[in-house]
């Protein structure tokens, strides 16, 4: 039972350029996040869906996007990366009957 | 200002003592929240409580709806619980998560 995936582990990417993280979970829950986590702050929520199909933007979405075609994968992506987005990043899943999220070992990403 | 306020930032014990860590909110909330996180580690849920106390092992949680205050205690603290421990608060509404800045600890042999 892998739980929540992440995908890549690391990147360093160049100002303007663009990529997507990849987040899957086997657990069949219909709540996914994409938080942001930088020194000195706490996790920061950049998107979340409700279910396959639909996204919602979180408290800091600027710059990314998302999507959520299939159920148990989650997309992240930066169109033109900037330094001010060089992070950890980390994904979350939770079910409707627990109120537990479970999280991803994160992507830490580099923007130069 | 912060939903979500911990206390301590950083905590340094040595093996064997009793931590307590710190955690206020100031919003209605349906739950309350600990995670813990290894260096360079991913991030996993400890407790999930909504009234009184919850104990695993050597750890407890205890919550004060009345005054938005929770503890998470450490009794005969070991290195391997050398982690940061964080915060988090789940609205009456919304389906967001709110999360404190997280405590260091470091537990020294």
């Known amino acids: 039972n892998a739980g929540v995936t992440q995908t890549p582990k690391f990147r360093v990417l160049k100002t303007g350029q663009s990529m997507t993280l990849l987040c899957a979970q086997d657990?069949?829950?219909?709540?996914m996040y994409w938080y942001r986590q930088d020194p000195g702050m706490g996790l920061r929520l950049i998107h979340y869906s409700v279910g396959e199909g639909t996204t919602a933007k979180g408290e800091v979405p600027d710059g990314y996007n998302v999507s959520r075609l299939k159920k148990q994968n989650f997309l992240l992506g930066l169109e033109s990366a900037a330094p001010s987005q060089t992070s950890v990043y980390f994904c979350?899943?939770?079910?409707?009957?627990?109120?537990?999220?479970?999280f991803g070992a994160g992507t830490r990403l580099s923007v130069l | 200002k912060n939903e979500v306020e911990q206390s301590p930032q950083n905590l340094t014990a040595q093996e064997g003592e009793f931590i307590t860590i710190n955690c206020s909110y100031s919003v209605g909330i349906s739950a309350l929240h600990w995670l813990q996180q290894h260096p360079g580690g991913g991030i996993v849920s400890l407790f999930m409580?909504?009234?009184g106390k919850k104990k695993h092992g050597r750890l407890i949680a205890t919550i004060n709806i009345q005054e938005k205050h929770s503890s998470l205690h450490i009794t005969a603290s070991h290195p391997r619980d050398s982690a940061v421990y964080i915060c988090a608060v789940s609205r009456n509404t919304g389906n967001q998560f709110y999360f404190g800045t997280g405590t260091s600890l470091t537990v020294i042999p």
């Open positions: 657990m069949n829950h219909e709540y």
């Open positions: 409580l909504s009234s």
């Open positions: 979350a899943s939770r079910g409707t009957r627990k109120n537990i999220q479970y």
